[in-house]
């Protein structure tokens, strides 16, 4: 007999985020329900270790791990799910989308079915079948656009940065606009998924949480051109000792967070939830590097020059400079911190992930 909101749901479930968290509540004892079906290899032409990573749940972990290859617009498929699985739901993590900033431009009709319809879609859910449930959200930074490059940096050597005394140097806040600026379709359709569950957290009274996510990385995520840039340049410059860097002269900054420590901020939102809770989570500032100073840790590990091609125009709508600021966050759950450093992460994946 299953327990009363014993359950957890991961949509994305073999994705990077999605595959951590899967791991994160099954050690501590949950049952775990997984949803993805591999949209990821197929819209990138890329292999995503998913038979593996089904193959070592199963035997890691037995029946306490369950998958359904559904896609998340299935609503056919999810309706019977969520009417077996109706009250012992505990909590929806969604990690299931479109995750390519360049992507999207090719076809911004499937990338928003993917990214809005398909979580307005499990929100009805969510409402009609187990409200007394958690709904996490992975969003992203992206939602902020591109205003961040309007801030007044300075070029340094190897980065981009802020003065000291600037009220962002420690990073972007909750409270950055995300309105009037260039988000990249990608951004603009997480953004509308962004705001419904917040909606749903404020006037249905629901305990929705929402992630705004920058750079996460790990050993479990195979990178692409189009997303996972750390994982692919890792891969770039080991394998083919060449990497090109796209615009801002390698100098744009990104702070960087382990899969592992977003699923513990996830825990820790599920056993203390809000009603459309909103939280930058990210590496901070202590995580931040340039592609430049990134470049040249990895090459520490490689020990040989690699050959740098450089393309003058940026990407369209991206970031000169991104730190997040995750201070509310801590100050609402002060036992989190960040446990993976960026030189942890770049060992992981260069150990176990190439």
């Avoid at 590097?289 to 490689?302: A, D, G, Q, T």
Wanted: include cysteine; proline fraction near 2%; hydrophobic fraction near 35%.
């Amino acid at each position: 007999m299953i327990m009363a909101n014993n359950r957890i749901i991961v949509t994305g479930s073999f994705g990077l985020i999605g595959f951590e968290t899967v791991n994160f509540f099954l050690k501590k004892g949950y049952e775990v329900v997984g949803v993805d079906n591999d949209i990821r290899g197929e819209l990138f032409s890329i292999k995503t270790n998913y038979e593996k990573k089904r193959e070592y749940l199963k035997k890691t972990y037995k029946s306490k791990y369950t998958h359904y290859e559904y896609d998340i617009r299935d609503q056919k498929k999810l309706i019977a799910l969520f009417k077996r699985l109706n009250k012992s739901i505990g909590l929806i993590v969604h990690t299931a989308a479109q995750t390519s900033h360049d992507w999207s431009a090719k076809d911004p009709i499937e990338d928003f079915s993917i990214n809005t319809v398909a979580t307005l879609d499990l929100l009805e859910l969510y409402k009609k079948y187990c409200p007394k449930a958690v709904f996490i959200f992975t969003s992203t930074n992206k939602v902020y656009g591109d205003c961040v490059n309007k801030l007044n940096f300075i070029e340094q050597n190897e980065r981009f940065d802020l003065d000291q005394k600037s009220s962002e140097f420690n990073g972007i806040s909750e409270t950055f606009s995300i309105d009037q600026s260039k988000h990249s379709p990608f951004g603009v359709s997480k953004a509308s998924a962004d705001l419904y569950v917040q909606e749903y957290g404020r006037y249905y009274n629901l305990k929705t949480g929402v992630f705004r996510l920058g750079v996460v990385s790990g050993s479990s995520q195979n990178g692409a051109f189009e997303q996972g840039f750390l994982s692919y340049m890792i891969k770039s410059l080991i394998n083919t000792n060449q990497f090109t860097i796209i615009g801002y002269k390698g100098k744009q900054v990104r702070d960087i967070i382990d899969a592992r420590d977003v699923a513990n901020a996830f825990y820790l939102f599920f056993k203390n939830p809000k009603k459309g809770g909103v939280f930058n989570m990210g590496g901070g500032r202590k995580n931040s590097f340039s592609i430049l100073e990134l470049i040249r840790k990895i090459v520490e590990i490689k020990k040989a020059k690699p050959k740098i091609k450089y393309q003058s125009k940026a990407r369209q709508g991206d970031h000169k400079w991104w730190i997040t600021d995750f201070s509310k966050f801590r100050e609402t759950y002060p036992s989190w911190h960040i446990e993976y450093s960026v030189e942890d992460i770049i060992l992981d994946i260069y150990k176990n992930g190439l």
